[in-house]
């Protein structure tokens, strides 16, 4: 997993899936009254990842309305501080971790405790709570088990390949909008 964090390849990748995202929303009117969307993207700065400056968003062009549309994301896990692909392996691999690996987490990202505890905290606790996942398990052969989150996504999907992560990155894209992050956010 420590690979994937260092390949810039998946980084540029996710990018694009994000861009094709933004396009796909964008061509879309407003939901709430049919105006057209204009780009008012966010400024982003995410810890243990590229240097994406920017989420995608969108502000509806009528005076009155004005509402906001933000694109769902595979850079970005919510309002996270830190990309989403970090708070994914970098959870996951907090189980049974090696020697080498928290060594590994130490060095190359300095995340404080209490931080990995929420983490934690969110994946077994609101995570598994949520209306998004109680939908979205039935979709997996096997039982997962709760408090192996997100380790039990990373194996269902061969999330320690760069295809399985964008595949698990897509899968949980829905979270990171508005609509869906009720009850899921942290």
Sequence with gaps: MEKLLRDGRLYVFLEQIDKDFADEVQSRRCEHCGGVLHRGDYSRK????????????????RDGCRKRTTPPSVRFLGRKVYAGMVVVLVSAMLHGPSDRRLQ????????DRRTLKRWREWWTGIFVQSAFWKAGRGRFARLMIQALMPLELVEAFGAH??????????FLSPITTATCRPGVGM
Excluded: A, H, N, T
């Design 161 to 170: 390949q760069m295809e399985g992560l964008v595949k698990l990155m897509k």
């Design 104 to 111: 590994w987490l130490r060095e190359e990202l300095p995340i």
């Design 46 to 61: 995410p810890r243990g990842g590229p240097s994406w400056d920017r989420r995608y968003s969108f502000c509806c062009s």
